[in-house]
């Protein structure tokens, strides 16, 4: 009885040129050959294009980064999944600007038929700026609560969610009355809720801690309340369409 082996798929990687220079740390360049070259650049990990130059993030440590960034990832979700109109986003690219391409780690965004600031291009990218953008940083701790936080205010995210995992510490930074980012206080119950995605509750203590069961509960009880359902209705009246 004869058997037929079969090869393994190859990894899906990047396709080469040796016309197109690769990808590298600190080159300056505008958004569209940053995108080229990142197309282009085999094995890539994350890179991102802020103010014109390129920064490549270092490999992820799951303490540091894989597992915190599941517990802002899954409370995304969650809300997005119960929030008509309203779609979470993982990792993917976002041309803000002629000189600025970011990789943000978690955002939420308002479909464009609906109001929504940002729309997918024809080359599958985000452009514009998504409504809420969240980083969880170790090692880019210096560039996420400096360059990021300004260029984030200046392409107009409306909220910034920033957990600095190192310092046991989540900053989240929403515009106020001048345009200007300022951090958002805990309520009475301890609590920090959104303005730009009304129900969005959530437990900054319980988030460090990374204990799931309280995130859980905190965001439930944000989007069983009356602005959350006033949200819902707001948006519900335009049709929605294809996935923009």
């Given at each position: 009885?004869?058997?037929?082996?079969?090869?393994?798929?190859?990894?899906?990687?990047?396709?080469?040129?040796?016309?197109?220079?690769?990808?590298?740390?600190?080159?300056?360049?505008?958004?569209?050959?940053?995108?080229?070259?990142?197309?282009?650049?085999?094995?890539?990990?994350?890179?991102?294009?802020?103010?014109?130059?390129?920064?490549?993030?270092a490999a992820v440590r799951v303490d540091q980064h894989a597992e915190p960034d599941s517990f802002?990832?899954?409370?995304?979700?969650?809300?997005?999944?119960?929030?008509?109109?309203?779609?979470?986003?993982?990792?993917?690219?976002?041309?803000?600007?002629?000189?600025?391409?970011?990789?943000?780690?978690?955002?939420?965004?308002?479909?464009?038929?609906?109001?929504?600031?940002?729309?997918?291009?024809?080359?599958?990218?985000?452009?514009?700026?998504?409504?809420?953008?969240?980083?969880?940083?170790?090692?880019?701790?210096?560039?996420?609560?400096?360059?990021?936080?300004?260029?984030?205010?200046?392409?107009?995210?409306?909220?910034?969610l920033l957990w600095r995992v190192r310092d046991n510490a989540v900053d989240w930074w929403t515009?106020?009355?001048?345009?200007?980012?300022?951090?958002?206080?805990?309520?009475?119950?301890?609590?920090?809720?959104?303005?730009?995605?009304?129900?969005?509750?959530?437990?900054?203590?319980?988030?460090?801690?990374?204990?799931?069961?309280?995130?859980?509960?905190?965001?439930?009880?944000?989007?069983?309340?009356?602005?959350?359902?006033?949200?819902?209705?707001?948006?519900?009246?335009?049709?929605?369409?294809?996935?923009?």
């Open positions: 009885m004869s058997t037929t082996s079969i090869s393994p798929e190859p990894l899906m990687t990047r396709s080469t040129d040796e016309n197109v220079p690769p990808l590298e740390q600190g080159d300056c360049l505008n958004a569209s050959e940053f995108l080229r070259r990142y197309d282009f650049t085999p094995d890539l990990k994350k890179a991102e294009l802020i103010n014109g130059v390129v920064y490549m993030s802002i990832q899954g409370l995304l979700f969650y809300y997005a999944s119960k929030t008509r109109g309203v779609r979470s986003l993982t990792n993917g690219i976002v041309r803000l600007s002629p000189d600025n391409v970011v990789q943000p780690d978690a955002a939420l965004r308002i479909l464009s038929e609906l109001g929504g600031q940002s729309r997918i291009g024809t080359d599958g990218y985000l452009r514009g700026a998504p409504e809420f953008v969240a980083e969880v940083s170790a090692s880019t701790v210096s560039i996420d609560a400096r360059q990021k936080l300004q260029l984030y205010r200046q392409a107009g995210v409306r909220e910034y515009r106020d009355a001048d345009d200007e980012f300022e951090l958002i206080s805990a309520d009475a119950d301890g609590l920090h809720r959104s303005r730009a995605f009304p129900g969005l509750c959530l437990d900054l203590n319980a988030l460090v801690a990374e204990d799931g069961a309280r995130l859980i509960d905190v965001i439930q009880l944000g989007l069983a309340s009356p602005e959350h359902a006033a949200f819902v209705e707001a948006l519900k009246p335009k049709e929605i369409g294809s996935k923009t």
